[in-house]
């Protein structure tokens, strides 16, 4: 299986802060990758697939990059809205695998 | 807009069978994309159960391989998760969410719907 590490698991931010979150692949996984975004008590939303393709109606504040084993999830300006936890999966190859996880919240 | 809807028993006791159910609406099953179950036990992440296609095709996590099956009734427009001899361990909640691919498994999930809380428990 590819394990999917993410970092941190805690991120304490501000409302305007730029926030970085990375996710690390035990493997190359090309640039099949995708970001969730999960709210409690809510399922998680799909934010981005393929590393860096914003899906519809998700703001151009988030942003993917990242290729191979190394990708990050940028918010550029964080918004209330934003505190939430995020999840990283691998779509290389079954078992589709997820990160444990970063928890963004109010600083 | 495709919505999907978990329901089945909130309680299971140990070493019995698991059973839900997902409802689909706003979209046929026999129309494409591959139907998925996602578990997340309370305060930790996702894991993939496995997949089904209108035909019962189906691809399952090697973890839970032994104990899981998925099946699919074209006629209701619902999948179902059976998951068998569960223990403590299989306390999640449960979701069912629909491939990203409408020809082929692509293997990450667009629609989910809200999840339905299962407890092991004697």
């Known amino acids: 299986d590819i394990q999917m590490t993410q970092s941190p698991s805690t991120l304490s931010a501000s409302v305007g802060d730029r926030v970085t979150v990375t996710c690390r692949a035990s493997q190359s996984i090309n640039s099949w990758l995708t970001w969730y975004q999960q709210k409690p008590g809510k399922a998680p939303k799909l934010l981005i697939s393929?590393?860096?393709t914003l899906e519809s109606g998700v703001p151009s504040r988030f942003s993917g990059s990242g290729s191979g084993t190394e990708f990050t999830l940028t918010i550029s300006s964080l918004q209330p809205d934003d505190f939430a936890t995020y999840y990283c999966q691998q779509y290389k190859s079954p078992p589709w695998t997820f990160g444990q996880g970063t928890r963004v919240e109010i600083k | 807009q495709v919505q999907l809807q978990e329901s089945g028993p909130e309680l299971v006791k140990p070493s019995e069978t698991l059973s839900l159910t997902c409802a689909v609406s706003g979209y046929s099953i026999t129309s494409g994309y591959y139907w998925v179950w996602v578990r997340q036990p309370p305060g930790k992440g996702l894991e993939w159960i496995g997949t089904?296609?209108?035909?019962?095709?189906?691809y399952y996590n090697p973890s839970l391989k032994s104990r899981v099956s998925i099946s699919v009734d074209t006629s209701k427009n619902q999948f179902f998760l059976n998951l068998n001899s569960v223990a403590a361990a299989d306390t999640a909640l449960y979701y069912c969410a629909r491939d990203a691919g409408p020809m082929a498994v692509v293997g990450f999930f667009a629609y989910w719907g809200q999840g339905t809380l299962v407890t092991v428990s004697s």
């Open positions: 089904i296609n209108h035909s019962g095709t189906t």
């Open positions: 393929k590393a860096s």
